[in-house]
């Protein structure tokens, strides 16, 4: 049992250090008024297993905060707040459809975090940036949902296969015992 819990530990671990890490290497296109950020595309990982939920939202935390305390995120300290429940919000909605399926593919698991950030982080964007209207909100809510739409849907849906059919990554993400090829 503590051979699983360390498990488990390492591979939220990981995820969470690969979101931030690949958010603050793109920094520039990962926050800001027009954003897509590419490490959304592992949103889609809580597919796979129900850890990779604290992952992701333990990944944009870290994210939102080493970015408000670099002011590479200019949306403060609010993003920390609102930013991060988005996420945490997509990942345990992105768990729930998990067997939702379009040939083999996770599609309906990708519309959350599409949904989720548009909303929230497109308020929190026109919040910042204006202009304070329904337009404005609709403007700011489109450009992040492009954003997402690139993240989860082009890189994230193919993540998922990938990992889904190469039977070492497979075993890794979700603990199955058949295949020992990567360490774990």
Not at 98 to 114: C, E, H, Q, T, Y
Request: aromatic residues 6%.
């Amino acid at each position: 049992m503590k051979h699983a819990n360390t498990k488990t530990l390492v591979r939220c671990a990981l995820i969470a250090s690969l979101y931030t890490a690949v958010s603050l290497a793109l920094a520039p296109i990962t926050f800001g008024s027009v954003q897509a950020r590419v490490s959304e595309a592992l949103t889609l990982l809580p597919v796979l297993m129900p850890d990779a939920i604290v992952g992701v939202t333990l990944g944009c935390f870290l994210t939102n905060l080493v970015g408000v305390f670099t002011g590479a995120n200019v949306l403060g300290a609010l993003d920390i707040l609102l930013g991060t429940a988005a996420t945490l919000c997509a990942a345990l909605c992105t768990r729930r459809l998990a067997a939702v399926r379009i040939k083999g593919l996770p599609v309906a698991a990708a519309i959350p975090p599409v949904l989720f950030n548009a909303v929230i982080v497109g308020a929190e964007l026109m919040w910042a940036f204006g202009p304070h209207t329904l337009g404005g909100f609709l403007l700011q809510a489109a450009s992040v949902g492009i954003g997402q739409i690139f993240s989860c849907m082009v890189l994230g849906l193919p993540l998922v296969r990938i990992i889904e059919k190469t039977p070492a990554l497979r075993a890794w993400f979700t603990g199955e015992q058949g295949d020992r090829s990567l360490p774990g």
